[in-house]
């Protein structure tokens, strides 16, 4: 199973995105686990996730994260500002498994 977490500001905003994440790997059949938390819960709930993405809104954060994150040996980045605004579901997931693959 491959656990992808996305952070934002209140954990909320993502909500949307994660579904349709969900849509679209569903339809590439694949066995994942998608959440959102917010800023806050994020650097205790990547200990369970493959890889990390940050809400455009919070990419402030991403130096902080990216500490916590090379310690546990995941990937991270900011998610696409023009996918998150269209909640392209399936580009965030191409997004999520390239990170991995580079890993």
Request: proline content about 3%.
């Amino acid at each position: 199973m491959t656990n992808i977490l996305l952070a934002c500001s209140a954990g909320m905003s993502t909500s949307l995105l994660v579904s349709k994440m969900e849509e679209a790997a569903e339809a590439k059949d694949m066995d994942v686990r998608i959440w959102a938390v917010a800023q806050d819960k994020a650097e205790t709930e990547m200990e369970q996730a493959d890889v990390l993405l940050i809400g455009p809104q919070m990419r402030f954060m991403k130096n902080k994260y990216s500490k916590a994150a090379e310690k546990i040996g995941i990937p991270l980045d900011v998610i696409d500002p023009v996918a998150y605004g269209r909640v392209d579901g399936e580009a965030v997931l191409n997004k999520a498994l390239e990170l991995m693959d580079q890993k």
